[in-house]
C-alpha cells in the first residue's frame, strides 16, 4: 500500500527509522544472543529465538526499526482507536477500484510513502471503511446523479462568520464527512508509528528519565 502523506513526513520517517535500526542493532548484540563456542545446532536455535523476540518487539510496537514494522503498528493502533479491530463482511470488488470513493478528500499530499503490511490486516482495513461509508458512497452518488455539472461553491456566512455551503453543495458536504477512506487511514496509522517511534528516542528517553528524578527544592 502507499502512503499519501503531507511534507516532511519522508524526511521524518527515515529519522525515526534510523534511529530504530540503532536500538535494534543493540538489541540483538545482548550477551542473552551470543553464540560464540556454540555447536551449530545450539547456535541455530538462538539465532531463531533472537528473531521470535525481534518480530514480537516490532508486533507490540517496542521496536519499530523498519517501514513495514512502523506503519503495521500504525495500523492497529488507528484501527483500536475506532473501534474497528474486529472482523468485517468482506468489502465488495468495487471498493478495491484504483480510483477514488464518491466524497474522496484525498488529494493535495506532495510526499508518498509506500510499506508492504499483513494481507488480512490491509483486507480489515479496505472491510471497515467501506462497511461505514457505503451508505453515504451511494448518497453521493445519487446526488451526482441528481445534480449533473454543480461543480463551482456557493458560500455564505453562518453567525460565527465562517463561510458555509448552502443549497446542493451543504448536502454533498455533508455526505463527504460521513465517508472514511483508506487513504485517511494511512495517514493517521503513519502519524501513530512516527510518534510510538519518537517514544524511543535519546532525547525522549532522557526527558522521561529526568521527570522521574528527584524534583524536591
Known amino acids: 500500500m502507499t502512503i499519501s502523506a503531507g511534507y516532511g513526513a519522508k524526511a521524518r520517517l527515515k529519522e525515526l527509522l534510523e534511529a530504530g535500526k540503532a536500538r535494534s542493532a543493540v538489541l540483538s548484540s545482548a550477551p542473552e544472543w551470543w553464540t560464540?563456542?556454540?555447536?551449530?545446532?545450539?547456535?541455530?536455535?538462538?539465532?531463531?529465538?533472537?528473531?521470535?523476540?525481534?518480530?514480537?518487539?516490532?508486533?507490540?510496537?517496542?521496536?519499530?526499526?523498519?517501514?513495514?514494522?512502523?506503519?503495521?503498528?500504525g495500523v492497529r493502533e488507528e484501527l483500536r482507536a475506532r473501534g474497528w479491530d474486529h472482523p468485517w463482511p468482506a468489502a465488495p470488488e468495487e471498493a478495491w477500484d484504483q480510483g477514488r470513493w464518491p466524497g474522496s478528500r484525498d488529494g493535495g499530499f506532495p510526499e508518498q510513502i509506500s510499506a508492504r503490511l499483513d494481507t488480512a490486516l490491509v483486507e480489515r482495513v479496505v472491510a471497515a471503511c467501506w462497511a461505514t461509508s457505503c451508505e453515504a458512497i451511494e448518497a453521493l452518488r445519487r446526488?451526482?446523479?441528481?445534480?449533473?455539472?454543480?461543480?463551482?461553491?456557493?458560500?455564505?456566512?453562518?453567525?460565527?462568520?465562517?463561510?458555509?455551503?448552502?443549497?446542493?453543495?451543504?448536502?454533498?458536504?455533508?455526505?463527504?464527512?460521513?465517508?472514511?477512506?483508506?487513504?485517511?487511514?494511512?495517514r493517521a496509522s503513519l502519524q501513530h508509528g512516527l510518534a510510538r517511534a519518537q517514544d524511543f528516542t535519546p532525547e525522549a528517553q532522557d526527558s522521561t528519565a529526568g521527570q522521574g528524578g528527584d524534583t524536591s527544592s
Open 36 to 73: 560464540y563456542g556454540l555447536p551449530r545446532g545450539a547456535a541455530a536455535g538462538v539465532r531463531a529465538r533472537r528473531r521470535t523476540e525481534l518480530r514480537r518487539l516490532r508486533a507490540e510496537g517496542l521496536l519499530l526499526d523498519t517501514r513495514d514494522a512502523l506503519i503495521e503498528y
Open 143 to 186: 446526488w451526482r446523479d441528481e445534480h449533473p455539472g454543480i461543480t463551482p461553491p456557493r458560500y455564505r456566512r453562518d453567525d460565527t462568520g465562517h463561510e458555509e455551503l448552502v443549497g446542493p453543495l451543504a448536502e454533498y458536504e455533508r455526505l463527504s464527512a460521513c465517508v472514511t477512506t483508506t487513504g485517511q487511514i494511512w
